[in-house]
């Protein structure tokens, strides 16, 4: 039976993403996050494994929640700005749950992206 993969501590955790890893442990000290729903502490260590369809799949599940930071994290990870459609949906997840500053947030970059496809 295979030993379960705990997160680590907070300093260990930092080692860990400073030193080079193979990317089967880092994609499992990443699960092991994501078990206990750390994802902002699972991320870099999924970008170390080069587990970017997980991380879109990540950023799918934050658009849909209206999650502006976890966007803008993976975008980040991922170096893919998200389009105004994108900004469009989490503004639109965000109004919906209550998130008023971060609806607006993402209309403004939503707006910025639009702009940006005009002037090309």
């Excluded at 501590?9 to 880092?26: T, V």
């Amino acid at each position: 039976m295979a030993r379960k993969v705990r997160p680590p501590d907070p300093l260990k955790r930092r080692h860990l993403i400073e030193d080079a890893l193979q990317p089967a442990r880092a994609l499992a000290i990443a699960e092991a996050f994501l078990a206990e729903d750390c994802v902002f502490d699972a991320l870099g260590f999924l970008k170390k494994a080069g587990a970017d369809d997980r991380l879109r799949a990540l950023q799918g599940e934050a658009i849909a929640r209206g999650d502006i930071f976890l966007v803008r994290e993976i975008a980040a990870l991922l170096g893919e700005e998200p389009g105004a459609p994108a900004w469009d949906a989490v503004a639109a997840a965000a109004a919906a749950a209550g998130k008023e500053r971060c609806a607006t947030e993402a209309r403004r970059l939503s707006a910025a992206r639009s702009g940006e496809r005009s002037r090309a």
